[in-house]
């Protein structure tokens, strides 16, 4: 296929993951397979999670790459909705979150501590849990929100629970601000990730995006993920890895045809351009690791400061 993605497109792989959540790759890695495969930006999205957010930042920086800052919580829905689905046995479900400018970074980390303190521990693993009440709470400038993946309320084995919630979303978020979000991979139910989000597309006027739910870095690392994943989890899953623009645009225009792909990358590019309008979050503490010689020396002066500090403070 050699069908050319339009040059003034400015493409970030916006939905992915790291070794914070399932992803088998760290930030850095993704970082620079990014770079490699010359996006204008790449996102972080780690499941139930912002803690890796400020190396990515840093990571982007280093090599001119957009950050894009995010996280996929994990969701309960309210429970006159139908709690369980076909797509969710255990009703936890997933809402990807994206933040622009140092507004919606903050309602990002102020919606993940919420998710924290409302932890569900089930056989011995931990679930940060949102609610519509946090969303509610949190909503406002600077946060973008795409409908997600197959473990969305997207999905529900009831159209009409999506119908819901999506009407929740844009009233929540206000419509300018949701996007349906479009993949290729197709689970073992026979379940894809593209038909549900472009019907509710076209009945809610949404805007669309394309993302690939990247959990490895490169094609190289995808075997290795699939290891890592039977062997920490006891499953494997349907994973994408970071693909260059072209790469993405071809495979969008073989799962969804050409028109709808266009419409799709139209819709990253104008989420990429927000962030860029709303300023990227500078994080100004940015530690590295000493020299392996000089880690006592170092630790050393470190404390004998602190220790100065405090006794400035109490003079």
């Known amino acids: 296929m050699c069908v050319k993605l339009p040059q003034d497109l400015k493409i970030a792989s916006l939905h992915g993951h790291s070794d914070r959540s399932d992803g088998f790759n760290q930030v850095f890695q ?11 930006g790449i996102g972080i999205t780690d499941h139930g999670t912002c803690s890796g957010l400020v190396a990515h930042s840093v990571n982007c920086k280093e090599r001119s790459l957009l950050p894009v ?56 693993v ?19 929100v795409l409908t997600g ?30 996007y349906a979000e479009l993949q290729s991979h197709v689970i073992s139910s026979g379940l894809n990730s593209y038909e549900r989000p472009l019907i509710l597309s076209e009945k809610f006027d949404l805007k669309t995006v394309w993302s ?34 072209e790469e993405m645009f071809e495979e969008a225009i073989r799962t969804i045809g050409y028109e709808a792909a266009l419409k799709a990358f139209s819709g990253i590019d104008e989420i990429v351009r927000k962030i860029e309008a709303d300023g990227v979050v ?32 109490a003079n």
């Open 69 to 124: 800052l995010g996280c996929e919580f994990y969701i309960r829905v309210p429970a006159y909705m139908n709690e369980q689905s076909d797509n969710s046995k255990s009703g936890r479900y997933h809402i990807t979150v994206l933040s622009s400018g140092k507004q919606g970074y903050d309602r990002l980390i102020a919606l993940d501590n919420m998710s924290h303190v409302n932890m569900e521990r089930v056989r011995g």
């Open 30 to 40: 993704n970082a620079d397979a990014a770079q490699t495969k010359g996006l204008y």
């Open 212 to 245: 690939n739910d990247f959990h490895a870095a490169t094609e190289a690392d995808l075997p290795l993920l699939e290891i890592f994943t039977k062997a920490t989890k006891g499953y494997s899953f349907t994973a994408g890895y970071i693909q260059s623009p």
């Open 126 to 144: 931990k679930y940060p849990i949102a609610t519509f009440d946090m969303l509610k709470e949190v909503a406002g400038e600077g946060l973008i």
């Open 149 to 178: 993946c197959v473990a969305s309320v997207t999905f529900h084995s009831e159209i009409t629970i999506a119908f819901e919630y999506i009407n929740f979303l844009t009233k929540t978020f206000g419509k300018q601000n949701v």
């Open 282 to 313: 500078e994080f100004k503490h940015h530690f590295e690791l000493p020299p392996a010689d000089k880690e006592v020396e170092l630790l050393i002066e470190f404390w004998h400061n602190a220790l100065q500090k405090d006794l400035n403070n």
